[in-house]
């Protein structure tokens, strides 16, 4: 197999394993570009950022202000992060639900990098002041869509082989359009830093090129045991609950589900970044896929896709807040024993940070499910 050289211009970088899993990857590239927040991750602004002098404006001298960028530019970076999230889905879901185990392989190295361009897209877009979507919108849901007809089907391996070669197309197209045609100069460079990985995961999936393998277990040169396993376990339910709040926007046939998974895909989201970020800061090694222990949640939602008819979901959507409540109650629990035990301030205050979000979402999935009784 065959790894992938990262630009000339993190090069410095490549001595650090980051959340690649693999020296000169394009992890280290992309790490250059994502911030290392604790909570919600606190973006800098490019060079090109103006600074306000004092006056009415929120936040007077004390904020670098970036330059906002041309509504056009703003709105290809919003489509290539749903492009980006679309990848993401599918691979996460071929890499749960999938059959092949080359299939899977292939599925779990696309989804590592799709991890990494997410976080170096929410560094980049925060620092111009761009809110990104967390979720797949536009054309792109016709396509998660597929795949979700393709697991109620058994078909997974099969149609993740034909539908992340769309996906990834349309990345790479967008992210071209971006570096050739972007109106801001920053934007146009950082694009082009991310067009390689794009276009060799995309070889990979037409079965014209190789990239190389990931690390299925976490890892630090730095973090205790002990910090490691808090870390990957938040991050885990994280990811997860941001797979499973993506299918659920797309097939729930009630409002309020929708906008409850909605909430919990922007919220998870945000919390994968912020300890994505951390790992990163700390030289360890995440994996990007649902982890053996936390498969049979997200499986018996999957699972729960066979119960889906036209126009009635109420057995999936049953299944699904049942695995929030359950989910969410362990969540809990875990956040207040971080919170009594950790010494690392990090993911003290992290977990200080997420304790209400949790409980609301806990409050919420119980409510939304005495409402189907």
Known sequence: MKTRRCPLECDHLEARTLLSGSPGHVGAFLHAHAHVPTARPAHVAPPAARVM????????????????????????????????????????????????????????????????????????????AVTLPGNITGNNQALAQQMIAAARGGNVDQAFSSLIVQAEANLVTQLQQLSAGAQGASIRTFATGLVP??????????????????????????????????????????????????????????????????????????????????????????????????????????????????????????????????????????TAQVIATTQNPTLKQFALNVQPTIAMHLLAAKALMRGLN
């Open 53 to 128: 002098t004092a006056g009415p404006v929120t936040g007077g001298g004390l904020v670098n202000v970036p330059n906002a960028p041309a509504v056009a530019d703003v709105t290809a970076l919003q489509v290539a992060a749903s492009d980006n999230n679309l990848v993401l889905f599918l691979s996460q879901f071929e890499a749960l639900s999938g059959s092949n185990p080359a299939t899977q392989q292939l599925a779990l190295s696309i989804l590592n990098d799709a991890r990494n361009v997410d976080m170096a897209l929410d560094g980049f877009a925060g620092g111009l």
């Open 197 to 334: 990985t794009a276009q060799a995961d995309l070889a990979a999936a037409q079965g014209t090129g190789t990239i190389a393998p990931v690390g299925t277990s976490p890892s630090s040169d730095t973090l205790s045991a002990s910090d490691l396993n808090t870390l990957a376990t938040y991050y885990a339910i994280n990811v997860m609950e941001r797979f499973l709040g993506q299918i659920t926007v797309l097939v729930t046939n009630r409002s309020s589900l929708a906008l409850y998974s909605a909430k919990l895909i922007g919220d998870h989201e945000q919390g994968a970044l912020a300890l994505g970020g951390y790992a990163a800061s700390t030289a360890t090694y995440l994996p990007a896929a649902i982890p053996s222990s936390a498969a049979p949640m997200a499986s018996s939602v999957v699972a729960a896709l066979r119960k889906v008819r036209p126009r009635n979901t109420a057995r999936y959507d049953r299944t699904y807040l049942s695995q929030m409540i359950m989910g969410h109650t362990d969540a809990l629990k875990l």
